[in-house]
């Protein structure tokens, strides 16, 4: 198993342009998280799934994030009509949900709009 | 609602000393507490967690934590550090009472390990 994967690792993209992150689970995890880390700040929720289901999306996203797991395998992760504040690593994370939980996490995508 | 807290944005050792990095939380339900560290360009990895049983447990790399319900903490421990320790250390805290999934971070710890 080659752990999380997550794509590209770098995106640069100007104020207005609509971007996609893709992030490939371990493969006998259920669960799949993408979670937000700026400089000096831990990694903040945005979303998971259990499968391909959508369980839970923070209250702090706004309506251009959409996330998807449509076949319970990987992940997209889009960001419409990106914006300055929307500079920041994007993290991946899996786990099982019948183990306690702790989650193994991709290396990020990270996110600059000029 | 859950939370975690981290006092101290910088931890300095000296090697071969103990460490401690402190982590406070607050949930709803049971606790479910875990320690990952971040070395530079590199993505979280697991350290160790608290779910139930002993309020000491032990992770990798010779670290350990200590879970105290009363204080509600989950301070991180080594008995000698070494200067490869330094990172950046996470606690996060999940309800284990209910089934959700949704684990919460404080804003991490950097810990500095001097020759």
């Not at chain 1, 289901?53 to 998807?68: G, I, N, P, T, V």
């Amino acid at each position: 198993d080659t752990g999380v994967s997550q794509n590209p690792r770098h995106k640069i993209t100007k104020r207005g342009q609509n971007v996609t992150f893709r992030c490939d689970p371990i493969s006998e995890h259920n669960r799949l998280y993408w979670y937000r880390q700026t400089l000096g700040q831990g990694p903040e929720f945005l979303t998971y799934f259990q499968n391909e289901a959508q369980l839970e999306k923070s209250r702090l996203l706004s309506d251009r994030f959409s996330a998807e797991r449509p076949k319970g395998s990987f992940s997209t992760l889009e960001i419409q009509r990106t914006e300055q504040g929307d500079s920041a690593m994007y993290l991946c994370a899996s786990s099982f949900e019948r183990e306690s939980g702790e989650l193994f996490f991709g290396e990020g995508s990270r996110l600059t709009v000029l | 609602a859950q939370s975690v807290a981290q006092p101290e944005d910088q931890v300095n050792v000296a090697e071969g000393n103990p460490l401690t990095v402190k982590c406070t939380y607050s949930v709803s339900g049971n606790p479910y507490l875990f320690w990952y560290v971040q070395y530079p360009n590199r993505g979280l990895q697991f350290l160790l967690k608290y779910i139930t049983g002993d309020n000491l447990v032990k992770g990798s790399y010779g670290f350990e934590a200590e879970f105290n319900k009363s204080q509600t903490s989950f301070h991180l421990k080594k008995p000698s550090a070494l200067v490869s320790d330094s990172a950046l250390y996470f606690c996060a805290v999940r309800d284990g009472g209910t089934n959700a999934g949704k684990s919460t971070f404080g804003d991490g710890t950097t810990l500095t390990v001097k020759p």
